[in-house]
């Protein structure tokens, strides 16, 4: 049947948005968040796009959906690392190598025509958003922002070209297990002399409790591979979104001496509650969607969690672990996702696993030279 490439047009972006909740309608594991939110997401006035660029495309057989891409220029990206990497990100694609290299081949057309050297991803549409594609363990849910994909996907990107440029870790942690006793003498240790200090959000004041992240956050990301620092228009507009959700237990924060010195934010899995509302709330699933929320929610995902450069080595890492540990346990969480780490962050990844955190998925970047 006829292939067709098309650009896709501002006015068509709910058909774009639209394509993954049709191609897994009845995929066992899949989960998309609400519509509206990925709109939000995709549509320019976000601020991620104050700084950055998009080309939307579709791929059509026989005149029906078959694939979808956007091709990203992160400016802030390139300004950074002095770069000129270009991002492809929201891809999703039917089992059609045909049509995903032809999607391929547009989007990296695009990028190579702003003047980009080569195309990275799946970002959607950064490294502070969903990204990856899952290389292992496909017979469960995703997380909360994590991504899921068919095995076959791997093989869509690989006949395309692409390479793997780097792979994610995740990994899962029992609230049942026991905290090693030699971490929780560190810990005591390290509290002797009154100079650390733990506290959670206010969320009366959310106001406070971000421009402490944002105090943080950038400094204790910014040697990581494939960081972007996130602007605070960009950090106000996440706070918007988390603020109806937001329980004190979900945000931790560490000081040294009285200064603000990390922190770390976990999240129930709310995709628990989104799986089966098809991307709306209806008046036919809020019911069942509400009662998911409030009763269902049994496990979570420690999404982010860092401390500023000047304080390493100190054990606040292992302190923010600790009592995100004990926040799961009070939420009556089953187990956690600590997710996503670097494959050669060492550090990180061997204090996971020496509290008994087992890797259990990996997700995969791709690149290829334009």
Not at 184 to 203: E, P, S
Request: hydrophobic residues 40%; positive net charge; contains cysteine.
């Amino acid at each position: 049947m006829p292939l067709e490439i098309r650009v896709t047009a501002e006015k068509d972006l709910g058909a774009f948005i639209d394509y993954p909740y049709v191609l897994f309608k009845d995929h066992p594991h899949w989960a998309g968040d609400l519509k509206k939110d990925v709109r939000h997401l995709l549509e320019t006035g976000h601020p991620f796009w104050r700084h950055a660029e998009r080309r939307l495309f579709m791929a059509y057989r026989d005149g029906r959906p078959a694939g979808r891409i956007a091709a990203i220029v992160n400016q802030a990206h390139n300004n950074f690392h002095s770069d000129r990497t270009g991002f492809f990100g929201f891809f999703d694609c039917a089992n059609d190598k045909d049509a995903a290299r032809a999607l391929f081949a547009a989007a990296g057309t695009w990028l190579k025509g702003k003047g980009m050297d080569s195309a990275l991803g799946p970002v959607n549409p950064s490294t502070n958003e969903t990204c990856g594609m899952l290389s292992e363990n496909f017979d469960l849910p995703p997380m909360v922002m994590m991504p899921y994909n068919p095995p076959y996907y791997l093989e869509l990107a690989e006949a395309a070209g692409f390479t793997k440029a780097k792979d994610l870790y995740a990994y899962r942690y029992y609230t049942s297990a026991a905290f090693p006793e030699r971490f929780d003498k560190i810990l005591a240790r390290m509290n002797r002399d009154g100079k650390v200090t733990v506290h959670f959000a206010d969320v009366k004041n959310i106001g406070a409790a971000i421009d402490e992240v944002k105090d943080i956050y950038n400094s204790a990301w910014e040697k990581n591979w494939g960081f972007v620092p996130m602007t605070a228009e960009e950090m106000d507009d996440l706070a918007a979104a988390l603020k109806p959700m937001l329980k004190p237990e979900y945000m931790i924060f560490t000081r040294f001496e009285g200064k603000p010195a990390g922190f770390c934010l976990i999240l129930p899995d709310f995709n628990i509650a989104l799986k089966e509302t098809g991307g709306a709330l209806t008046p036919l699933n809020l019911l069942p969607f509400l009662y998911r929320f409030s009763r269902k929610l049994n496990r979570g995902r420690m999404l982010t969690l860092g401390v500023k450069k000047e304080f390493r080595g100190k054990g606040l890492e292992l302190l923010l672990i600790k009592q995100a540990i004990l926040s799961a346990k009070k939420l009556g969480w089953e187990y956690g996702e600590m997710s996503w780490t670097l494959e050669d962050n060492k550090l990180i990844n061997g204090t996971i696993e020496s509290l008994g955190g087992e890797l259990y998925r990996k997700y995969r970047l791709y690149e290829k030279t334009l």
